[in-house]
């Protein structure tokens, strides 16, 4: 009815322009035309397909259009964890149309808190019914405060994990700091508290993030782990249509995203997208991920090994998953 409405509205501008005189209402302005596209800012989450559908806000049908959206708290959040994959998931996931997410990590549960939910909220990309709304900051995986505060928002959150052998992540983790700070100390002597007698020191957080079932021990106090949802940064990169598939039907999607989407990027060691969000090319993640790890004296990285084992198999116990990394 309303685009029947505008029809009429329109064809009447010139038919009905010699009435005015005689105390008609003047026809309507012609709207502005749209202004160009441009490639969306930082932040920007909207596709390129949204913005050539949206029109200009002097358009008389604009209100129809921006009513059509709604800013929601997030539905499902991926929590964690650092350097196990969460972008690429991220960024796969915004190919699905059901799925809206917000690009730069809000990091609301840790750092913002006290901004309140109507400032979170705000963050949020516009959904239409049946859409879901998501974030992604790792940290929270590690923050304690985060599990009690997520479930005060809504306890019907869905919470998704990717995970990675931890001792690989710890590699990968030294590695992203040692390109911002090239003067560091070397992994090996921050590893451990004394070398001489292997004691590892768990306060650093390339280590301490990596001791999954004590963080999760604190989110199972507020949710059931069946409302999380652990995916796999290793298979991520060997069959990401396989983890998507999973991570489709945990947030109750139709499953769209399977290896059609997909090509193996030889040069960076993982998984491109043929086609990204918004996009008709090819898109990979950029320099700052698959970067070439340095080499770390094998014996600290079997201490390594050593000393997650006990933790890895109580985190496989309490998923009911084993992620293969012993």
């Given at each position: 009815m309303?685009?029947?409405?505008?029809?009429?509205?329109?064809?009447?501008?010139?038919?009905?322009?010699?009435?005015?005189?005689?105390g008609?209402?003047?026809?309507?302005?012609?709207a502005?035309?749209?202004?160009?596209?441009?490639?969306?800012?930082?932040g920007?989450?909207?596709?390129l397909?949204?913005?050539?559908?949206?029109?200009?806000?002097?358009?008389?049908?604009?209100?129809?259009?921006n009513?059509?959206?709604?800013?929601?708290?997030?539905?499902?959040?991926?929590?964690?964890?650092?350097?196990?994959?969460t972008?690429?998931?991220?960024?796969f996931?915004?190919?699905h149309?059901?799925?809206?997410?917000?690009?730069?990590e809000?990091?609301f549960?840790?750092?913002?808190?006290e901004?309140g939910?109507?400032?979170?909220?705000d963050?949020?990309?516009?959904?239409l019914?049946?859409?879901?709304t998501?974030e992604?900051?790792?940290?929270?995986?590690?923050?304690?405060e985060?599990?009690?505060?997520?479930?005060?928002?809504?306890?019907?959150?869905?919470?998704i994990?990717?995970?990675?052998?931890?001792?690989?992540?710890?590699?990968?983790?030294?590695t992203?700091?040692?390109?911002?700070?090239?003067?560091i100390?070397?992994?090996?002597?921050?590893?451990?508290?004394?070398?001489?007698?292997?004691?590892?020191?768990?306060?650093?957080?390339a280590?301490?993030i990596?001791?999954y079932?004590?963080?999760?021990?604190?989110?199972?106090?507020y949710?059931?782990?069946?409302?999380?949802?652990?995916?796999?940064?290793?298979?991520?990169?060997?069959?990401?249509?396989?983890?998507?598939?999973?991570?489709?039907?945990f947030?109750?999607?139709?499953?769209?995203i399977?290896d059609k989407?997909?090509?193996?990027?030889?040069t960076?060691?993982f998984?491109?997208l043929?086609?990204?969000?918004?996009?008709?090319?090819p898109?990979c993640?950029?320099?700052t991920k698959g970067?070439?790890?340095?080499d770390?004296d094998?014996?600290?990285?079997q201490?390594?090994?050593?000393?997650?084992r006990?933790?890895n198999?109580?985190?496989?116990?309490?998923?009911?998953?084993?992620?293969?990394?012993?």
């Amino acid at each position: 009815m309303l685009f029947l409405w505008l029809y009429m509205f329109y064809s009447c501008a010139g038919s009905c322009a010699g009435l005015t005189a005689r105390g008609s209402p003047a026809p309507p302005r012609a709207a502005p035309p749209l202004p160009p596209l441009l490639p969306g800012e930082p932040g920007d989450e909207s596709s390129l397909e949204e913005q050539r559908a949206a029109p200009d806000a002097g358009s008389p049908i604009s209100s129809f259009f921006n009513g059509s959206g709604t800013k929601r708290l997030p539905q499902a959040i991926i929590i964690g964890v650092k350097k196990g994959g969460t972008r690429a998931l991220l960024e796969f996931l915004r190919v699905h149309p059901d799925v809206r997410a917000v690009g730069a990590e809000p990091h609301f549960f840790d750092r913002n808190y006290e901004r309140g939910l109507a400032w979170y909220r705000d963050l949020m990309p516009k959904t239409l019914e049946g859409q879901i709304t998501m974030e992604k900051t790792p940290s929270y995986f590690v923050t304690k405060e985060a599990p009690a505060r997520i479930s005060s928002m809504s306890k019907g959150t869905k919470l998704i994990v990717v995970v990675r052998d931890p001792v690989t992540r710890a590699i990968s983790d030294y590695t992203q700091t040692l390109s911002k700070k090239p003067d560091i100390p070397t992994f090996e002597s921050l590893t451990f508290k004394n070398r001489t007698t292997g004691l590892i020191d768990t306060s650093w957080s390339a280590i301490q993030i990596g001791i999954y079932a004590k963080h999760l021990e604190n989110w199972l106090l507020y949710f059931p782990i069946g409302q999380i949802l652990f995916v796999s940064g290793e298979r991520l990169i060997s069959d990401p249509a396989g983890e998507l598939g999973r991570v489709q039907d945990f947030l109750g999607l139709k499953r769209i995203i399977t290896d059609k989407h997909f090509y193996f990027n030889k040069t960076k060691g993982f998984p491109c997208l043929k086609k990204a969000e918004g996009s008709s090319k090819p898109h990979c993640l950029g320099k700052t991920k698959g970067r070439t790890h340095p080499d770390i004296d094998q014996e600290v990285v079997q201490r390594l090994r050593d000393f997650y084992r006990p933790f890895n198999m109580k985190f496989y116990q309490m998923t009911g998953q084993d992620f293969g990394w012993d």
